[in-house]
């Protein structure tokens, strides 16, 4: 007489997404630019370039010493970090995994989805809208480092003032480069709401349950 196997199945565990290196750049980055815009606007409200300011609760420092002194400290956090990231993603080969190739037909082909709401997921896989998201933003922080060490050392780094036109040129850009960056983070967040499943990962490293059972399930239709 056979008895049958009643063995408890063994768990499954969940595949690596988001490497710790990658999740901890991305909080610090986010910490680090979260108080840089809003002790820039706190700058910039002291003296605007445009016909406008910024909200006095979307501010940080109190006022112009405070602001200067939080945006130095958060500068330098975005910097080292900045780097540490950029190390990674070119000698560790995450750019080259994640963000390449970056076609123009996969990117008219997911930007028409992505407008029409039907854009898909897959977690660990950035689509070409992503790529090209995280491409710009990466340009868009060496722009606004470069922009902003300009105005903040306009006569030990005259050569870089000159390279962008001259020192009222200079905080347009690193004002333009800011807001781009800004923009960026909105839609991040959008996108966010749109997939929440997405969230978690970039906490944990780990693929979410659904993932794990569409991934599970591919293997069980190769296999």
Request: charge should be positive; hydrophobic fraction near 50%; proline fraction near 4%.
């Given at each position: ?35 840089m815009v809003m002790s820039g606007w706190e700058i910039y409200n002291a003296s605007p370039l445009f016909a406008f300011t910024f909200p006095k609760w979307a501010t940080l420092g109190g006022w112009l010493g405070g602001a200067i002194a939080w945006h130095l400290a958060a500068m330098w956090l975005l910097l ?144």
């Amino acid at each position: 007489m056979t008895t049958a196997n009643t063995s408890p199945p063994q768990k499954q565990s969940r595949r690596i997404i988001h490497p710790l290196l990658v999740r901890a750049t991305h909080w610090l980055n986010a910490f680090a630019i979260v108080c840089m815009v809003m002790s820039g606007w706190e700058i910039y409200n002291a003296s605007p370039l445009f016909a406008f300011t910024f909200p006095k609760w979307a501010t940080l420092g109190g006022w112009l010493g405070g602001a200067i002194a939080w945006h130095l400290a958060a500068m330098w956090l975005l910097l080292v970090n900045g780097l540490i990231y950029l190390a990674y993603g070119f000698l560790g080969g995450h750019f080259r995994r994640h963000f390449l190739p970056l076609r123009v037909a996969d990117l008219l082909r997911d930007l028409k989805d992505a407008l029409r709401f039907k854009l898909t997921h897959q977690a660990g896989i950035y689509n070409a809208v992503q790529r090209l998201m995280y491409m710009a933003v990466l340009l868009l922080g060496v722009l606004v480092v470069a922009s902003g060490l300009s105005i903040w050392k306009p006569v030990q780094l005259d050569s870089l003032v000159d390279l962008f036109g001259g020192y009222d040129v200079a905080r347009r850009v690193h004002f333009i480069a800011m807001a781009g960056i800004v923009g960026f983070v909105a839609i991040h967040l959008a996108l966010v709401l749109i997939v929440p499943s997405t969230l978690l990962p970039m906490v944990t490293g780990r693929e979410p349950k659904h993932g794990l059972k569409q991934h599970g399930s591919n293997q069980e239709q190769q296999a």
